[in-house]
């Protein structure tokens, strides 16, 4: 079955730092990835998706994502992180069934920032 | 409207009372999902439309949740005698045919007490 996992919980960087926030999915074929960006008191608003391709996409804001078929991974990455990046992460994929699909979320990774 | 729009944003209700929440999905979009998502938790799939019929509702947790979405646009989840650990945010998203443009709305966060 379609699932995935975020395994950090809470993160914490300093301003400026680098970022990284793991996802990894389980699924039979190509997957359809996402990651979405949740502020407090936000809807989920799109950072970046993967369809097929080039394993390293840019997304908006600064975000990019890697995607590594060998390890069912696709992390997000930033360069360097500034204060309004504090948020909630979530990483998906597409479960298709019967003519339909859906979004499969994960747990999510809330990231904090240090000034 | 430009985007999916979910009425009312916050309802706080009593425990056992019947609540409705409201999804007007982006025009043209056929595919309607709800979602909800708990404190400290990803969104979790309840129910997806496509056109009128329920596609998929595998993800209702009982059958105080019902959904429908009668003409293919708007779309009401309905939860009848509500339990505190109904509370939670309640998202709906709408997208057109295919895996891409899921757009989501900013959600309704219900309180039961």
Do not use: M
């Amino acid at each position: 079955a379609q699932s995935v996992t975020q395994p950090d919980i809470h993160i914490t960087v300093s301003e400026g730092a680098s970022l990284e926030l793991r996802c990894n999915y389980s699924y039979g074929a190509t997957p359809y990835l996402f990651w979405y960006v949740q502020s407090p008191g936000q809807g989920l608003q799109l950072l970046l998706k993967y369809f097929s391709g080039d394993t390293l996409f840019q997304g908006i804001k600064g975000f990019e994502a890697e995607f590594k078929r060998s390890q069912s991974s696709f992390n997000l990455r930033k360069p360097s992180v500034h204060w309004s990046d504090a948020a909630e992460y979530f990483c998906a994929v597409v479960f298709f069934s019967g003519g339909y699909n859906k979004l499969i979320f994960g747990a999510g990774t809330r990231l904090a920032v240090h000034p | 409207g430009a985007g999916v729009s979910q009425t009312p944003s916050n309802k706080v209700t009593e425990k056992g009372k019947y609540v409705e929440l409201r999804c007007d999905p982006i025009s043209g979009h056929t595919a309607l999902y709800w979602y909800r998502q708990s404190l400290g938790q990803g969104p979790e799939f309840l129910i997806y439309f496509q056109g009128t019929g329920a596609a998929d509702d595998s993800g209702l947790p009982n059958d105080r949740f019902f959904a429908v979405r009668p003409e293919g646009s708007v779309s009401t989840l309905k939860i009848q005698r509500t339990e505190r650990g109904d509370s939670a945010v309640y998202l709906c998203a709408s997208s057109p045919q295919g895996v891409d443009g899921y757009t989501f709305g900013s959600g309704t966060r219900l309180t039961v007490v």
